[in-house]
């Protein structure tokens, strides 16, 4: 069965911390993709990683992959209260193109 | 703007009716999914188009449930006799390439009474 857990599901933190989400999958993949949900939105997309080794930043936000262990994380550098929201990874498995989702990681950042 | 538009945002109907949600993504997506969404979960997949072509359908996906995409372009997700275990927000995402990322747009909500 193909699985993608992700921990924690929940963080509460206070502003200017630092903390990182992980995001374990059970299939293989050179596909890992994360988004960020505000409530009764959509999906927002913020990083695609396509390859083992790949890293890729946005202001606070650092995502990486390591395909060999299956494990992608989500690092928050100096969080903000604006980054409050709650945080999927998915993985795309190599034989389709359908995507399987973690249950999120709802983070509260306290001012 | 996500360049995905799905109409309508919000519908309440009630237990046994039909419903039928619209997808219109941009051009560019020649792929189009279907993911259903319910409280405090992630998205469950529920079917694939390439274009017109209805490629993969999720066992999710019961004999209630069909799906359209004609000439490639917009989509339809049609709900019959709809149950209240249908409420869930219903996402459109559409997509260019295997390469890039997939652009969700902002869903219907169903709620089912």
């Known amino acids: 069965e193909l699985k993608v857990e992700q921990n924690p599901l929940f963080l509460s933190m206070q502003e200017g911390k630092n903390y990182t989400i992980y995001c374990n999958y059970s299939?293989?993949?050179?596909?890992l993709y994360w988004y960020r949900q505000d409530p009764g939105k959509s999906l927002e997309s913020l990083f695609v990683?396509?390859?083992n080794g790949a890293v890729k930043q946005e202001g606070r936000l650092m995502a990486s992959l390591d395909t060999k262990a299956r494990l992608s994380t989500l690092h928050i550098t100096a969080a903000v209260h604006d980054l409050s929201a709650t945080y999927f990874c998915?993985?795309?498995?190599?034989?389709?193109?359908?995507?399987?989702w973690g249950a999120g990681t709802k983070l509260i950042i306290k001012p | 703007d996500t360049g995905v538009s799905q109409d309508p945002r919000h519908k309440i109907t009630k237990r046994g009716q039909n419903v039928t949600f619209r997808c219109d993504p941009i051009?560019?997506?020649?792929?189009l999914y279907w993911y259903r969404q319910t409280l405090g979960q992630g998205p469950e997949f529920l079917t694939y188009?390439?274009?017109?072509?209805?490629?993969?359908k999720s066992r999710l996906l019961s004999d209630r449930f069909s799906a359209e995409r004609p000439k490639g372009s917009f989509s339809t997700l049609e709900i019959q006799r709809t149950e209240q275990g249908d409420s869930a927000m219903y996402l459109c995402?559409?997509?260019?390439?295997?390469?890039?990322?997939?652009?969700f747009g902002s869903g219907t909500r169903l709620t089912v009474v």
């Open positions: 995402a559409g997509r260019t390439e295997p390469n890039y990322g997939y652009t």
């Open positions: 051009s560019e997506h020649n792929r």
């Open positions: 188009f390439q274009n017109e072509a209805q490629l993969e």
């Open positions: 299939t293989t993949s050179d596909r």
């Open positions: 990683l396509l390859s």
């Open positions: 998915a993985v795309e498995p190599d034989s389709n193109y359908q995507l399987i």
